[in-house]
C-alpha cells in the first residue's frame, strides 16, 4: 500500500524509485542480512533481515542512484521521495516486515555518521544523498524501545498503539552498567514536532535498563518520536504510532 500522495506522481518515476531502492536493498541482504525458514520450521537468521535491508538501503538510496547517472539533486529528491512518501506506507501494507519504526534518524537502524539531522524536507524518515558511514563515536546504549507491559522484556516492545489513552513505558538498555552516576533525559515529540511529554533523571551506576513512562489522554494519532539522552553523549531515538 502506498501514501496517497505517491499517485500523485508519474507511474514512471514510481516505478523507478522502487527499482533503485531494490538495487540498494539487496546487496545488504549479500553484506549478511538474511531471513529463513528451513525443513521443519527451523528459523535462521536476523528476523528483522528485511527492515533493516530496507532501511539501510534506503540510506545508500542516493548514492545509487548517482552511479546510475542522477545528478545529486535528482538523487537526493528521489530518496526523500521514497524516505518520506513510499517508505512510511510500509508499516500498514501487506508486507510489514519491511518497515521499522526504529528507521528515523538516530535510531537503532540509523547508520549515517551524523545521526541527528532530520530528512531534507524535516520529516522523521531517514533520507540522505550520499553513502552513509557507520559512526565512530561509541554508543552506550545497545536499544530502547516502548512498551504497554510492566517489563523489562524486549520481547514486550511495541511500534503502536491503538489505545487512546495509553500508559507507555520506554525503557533503554545499555551495553555495559555505567561505572559512575549518568544524567539522562527522555523526550517524547507529538506528530507536529511539539514535545508532548518529557523527562529527567540520573542513572545510577552499576544499572543496565531503566524506564520512564508516559500517560496520554486522547492521544493525537500520528507518530510520535521519543528521544533518551545521556550525559556521555549517547542518544537513542525510535517512534511509536498511535492510531484509532
Known amino acids: 500500500m502506498r501514501d496517497a500522495a505517491a499517485d500523485q506522481l508519474p507511474s514512471d518515476y514510481i516505478h523507478y524509485a522502487e527499482a533503485l531502492l531494490t538495487l540498494a536493498h539487496e546487496p545488504i541482504h549479500l553484506g549478511g542480512e ?14 528483522e533481515a528485511e527492515a533493516k535491508a530496507d532501511c539501510y538501503g534506503m540510506q545508500w538510496l542516493g548514492y545509487v542512484a548517482t552511479q546510475l547517472g542522477d545528478n545529486p539533486t535528482d538523487a537526493a529528491a ?9 517508505y512510511p506506507g510500509l508499516e500498514n501494507s501487506d508486507n510489514p516486515e519491511y518497515w521499522s519504526a526504529d528507521c528515523v534518524p538516530g535510531g537503532r537502524l540509523d547508520i549515517r555518521a551524523d545521526k541527528t539531522g532530520a ?4 520529516g522523521t524518515a531517514i533520507s540522505i544523498p550520499g553513502p552513509p558511514l557507520v559512526s565512530t563515536t561509541p554508543s552506550s546504549i545497545a536499544e530502547c524501545w516502548a512498551t504497554d507491559q510492566d517489563s523489562f522484556d524486549p520481547a514486550d ?11 507507555l513505558e520506554f525503557v533503554t538498555k545499555l551495553v555495559q552498567p555505567p561505572t559512575s ?6 523526550t517524547v515529540s507529538a506528530p507536529d514536532g511539539s514535545v508532548s511529554y518529557t523527562t529527567s533523571w540520573t542513572w545510577t551506576a552499576q544499572n543496565t535498563s531503566w524506564r520512564f513512562g508516559a500517560q496520554w489522554t486522547n492521544a493525537r494519532t500520528g507518530r510520535y ?3 533518551v539522552s545521556l550525559g556521555d553523549g549517547s542518544v537513542c531515538r525510535y517512534a511509536v504510532s498511535f492510531t484509532r
Not at 530528512?119 to 524535516?122: E, L, V
Not at 552516576?181 to 527522555?186: E, I, K, R
Open 34 to 47: 538474511v531471513y529463513g525458514v528451513l525443513g521443519k520450521g527451523l528459523a535462521v537468521g536476523d528476523p
Open 78 to 86: 528521489i530518496a526523500t521521495w521514497v524516505a518520506e512518501v513510499y
Open 119 to 122: 530528512s531534507p524536507s524535516g
Open 157 to 167: 516492545k511495541i511500534s503502536r498503539t491503538s489505545d487512546p489513552s495509553p500508559s
Open 181 to 186: 552516576d549518568l544524567t539522562a533525559t527522555g
Open 225 to 227: 518520536l521519543v528521544t
